[in-house]
């Protein structure tokens, strides 16, 4: 099963991944030269929201509708993506000259739930979106998917092949482009320079009501200190811009399934997803880019109004963590669900007598850059030469990840993506590194 879930708790383990792999078989010419953001792009951002749907064999999606939103944070060099992670793949193709001119890689809640058992037998659909720097002439926008373990097992496939499952046309003459109308305050938290070379977090909160701003101020201070207590944002203090939007809910706290607590919040949070108590996600991440569009944003990260331990992250989507959890543990868990969210890492902890796996296969190579099955080792250099045992990090190439205890192997004996009480591995401290200094150029 796929999970960007937290940790377990006593477990204290984490996972982090960060490869650069180039198997992908991508029809779409890339331009041969660089493209010049300001010939295809105005200043501010598209955004294409979708239903996906479909169960455990079947992928759909339904449009929904275009808007615009007031702010486009990201780098206007570094327009299309070359990392190769994460199970969805946006592409937006020039009409005129064919060739893609901005991309990027993803994952969704929805990606999980189809590894879950009721996917056999029941089809559902959650709200979604794409968002794109908003394109001065007409375009395709493209929705890719990988092909699933299983399948590419049966194919012979050494990695998951991409399959397009989705086209829509931009018109620039489209009159049915929602505008944007802002409805709630944003506030600077810690600015430290211009949108498109830093990398821009923004935190919502949910379950915090009017009366509660200072609270959610307090959880935002939290979230800013551990941040940058680890590396690499300790030494890229200077490179990293986060806000917060205001948006108080009707009722406090966060709604816990299995304790039939329920409570009316802005984005319908909960814990329990996919019956993992400390599993805090929503459905409808359309909710979730409504409040986050107020401000510039690379990264979602929502600080729920709760103590309870728990979170989530799933790479270039959201990324959840209680506000104030009361074994203290809030801090890291909101950087190793950033390892998540930012990266795609995969989990490198181990369940114990787990040793089957929809995601993790022996003969198909992961995504993630922290995990490998050794089918293609070429892929992650750390597999090939042993490094030295580090004091802090252990013997390096350990056996088990990706919850199973055979057949997976991580960088490290220890990291922040296996335990909340170390940092990131070397391994992934360079895959963080490398994908901040693409977000940032
Ligand atoms: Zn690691």
């Known amino acids: ?42 200043d501010k951002t598209m955004r294409l929201d979708f239903y996906h749907c479909g169960d455990s064999l079947n992928e759909m999606y339904f449009f929904d509708e275009l808007k615009q939103e007031p702010y486009f944070a990201g780098s206007h060099v570094s327009l299309t993506d070359s990392f190769n992670y994460g199970t969805q ?23 999980e739930w189809r590894c879950e058992p009721e996917a056999s037998s029941v089809p559902t659909g959650m709200p979604e979106s794409v968002v794109f ?9 493209q929705i890719w998917s990988r092909l699933s373990v299983t399948e590419t097992k049966k194919r012979g496939l050494k990695h998951q092949p991409w399959e397009k499952k989705f086209e829509y046309p931009i018109r620039t003459d489209n009159p049915f482009v929602r ?9 600077d938290l810690h600015v430290a320079g211009a949108t498109q070379h830093c990398l821009d977090i923004v935190l919502l909160p949910e379950g915090y009501t009017e009366n509660e701003k200072d609270r959610f101020l307090d959880d935002c201070r939290l979230f800013i200190s551990e941040f940058f207590r680890f590396e690499p944002w300790t030494s890229n203090q200077n490179r990293v811009n986060i806000r917060m939007v205001w948006a108080p809910s009707k009722e406090s706290g966060v709604s816990i399934p299995s304790e039939n607590k329920w409570f009316a919040t802005n984005m319908k949070i909960a814990y329990d997803t996919f019956n993992s108590n400390r599993y805090q996600m929503t459905r409808d991440f359309q909710a979730v880019r409504d409040i986050a569009g107020h401000a510039p944003y690379d990264y979602i990260y929502v600080l729920t109004n709760s103590d309870k331990y728990g979170g989530g992250g799933i790479y270039n989507f959201y990324g959840i963590g209680a506000g ?32 089957i796996s929809e995601q993790y296969q022996p003969g198909v190579e992961p995504y993630e850059a922290n995990l490998t099955t ?24 350990a056996e088990g990840g990706g919850y199973l205890e055979h057949g997976v192997w991580r960088p490290y004996e220890n990291c922040l993506m296996r335990a909340l009480a170390y940092p990131f591995c070397p391994t992934c401290l360079k895959a963080v590194t490398d994908y901040l200094e693409y977000i940032c150029r």
């Open 1 to 42: 099963m796929k999970k960007s879930s937290i940790l377990p708790l006593l477990a204290l383990t984490l996972a982090v991944a960060g490869c650069k792999s180039a198997h992908e078989t991508t029809p779409t010419p890339r331009a041969a030269e660089p493209i010049s953001f300001d010939d295809y792009f105005y």
């Open 89 to 111: 793949r946006f592409v937006l193709v020039d009409e005129a000259s064919g060739k893609e001119i901005y991309s990027y890689h993803y994952c969704t809640l929805w990606d």
């Open 133 to 141: 720097p908003y394109p001065k002439h007409n375009a395709v926008a």
């Open 179 to 187: 505008a944007f109308s802002p409805v709630y305050e944003v506030q």
């Open 324 to 355: 104030h959890d009361r074994f203290g543990s809030s801090g890291a868990v909101h950087v190793h669900e950033f390892g998540h969210q930012m990266l795609g890492l995969g989990d490198e902890y181990v369940e114990i007598g787990n040793n």
């Open 374 to 397: 050794l089918t293609d080792i070429s892929s992650k250099p750390w597999a090939k030469e042993k490094a030295e045992p580090d004091s802090i990090f252990g013997e390096s190439f």
